[in-house]
C-alpha cells in the first residue's frame, strides 16, 4: 500500500467519525476515484440522516407541530428548496395546495415571531406609542 493510499484512508475513518457524529452537514463531495466501503459509507449515510433530519423538521414546522428553533432553521434553509412542497405532500397526503398555504403560514409565523422563536425575547415584542416628540 502506498504513503497516498494510507493516508486516504485514515483521513476517511476519521472524516467518517465526524460525519457520523455531526447533525448539520447535508451536502459534500468526495472523490470519485475513492474505494467503496464501510468508511465511505458511513460519510454518505450521515449526510442522508441529515437531510432526512432537516425535511422531517421543516415540515413540523409547516404543519405547526413544533415551533421550536430546530424546526424554525430547518425550515428556513429548505423553504426555498423545490423538493420541499413534494417532500411535504408525500408524507403529509395533503393536497399541494393545502401545503403550498401552510408553507406561506410558517413563513409568516416565522417572521413575526423571529425574536422569540429565535430566544432573543423570552414572551414576545410589544411596541407602545412613545411620549416624547419627534423632530422633523
Known sequence: ??????????????FSKGMWQNRFIVDFKLDANLFCDDKTFTVFEAGRRNKATLNR???????????????????????????????????TGKMGEEVSAGMVSAANFLTDNYLTITRLVQYSVECRPAKGTQLL
Open 1 to 14: 500500500m502506498t504513503l497516498c493510499r494510507t493516508l486516504e484512508t485514515e483521513f476517511l475513518e476519521e
Open 57 to 91: 423538521r421543516a415540515v413540523d414546522f409547516i404543519l405547526g407541530h413544533k415551533a421550536d428553533r430546530e424546526c424554525a432553521e430547518a425550515f428556513e434553509l429548505l423553504s426555498r428548496a423545490p423538493h420541499l412542497l413534494s417532500y411535504a405532500v408525500k408524507v
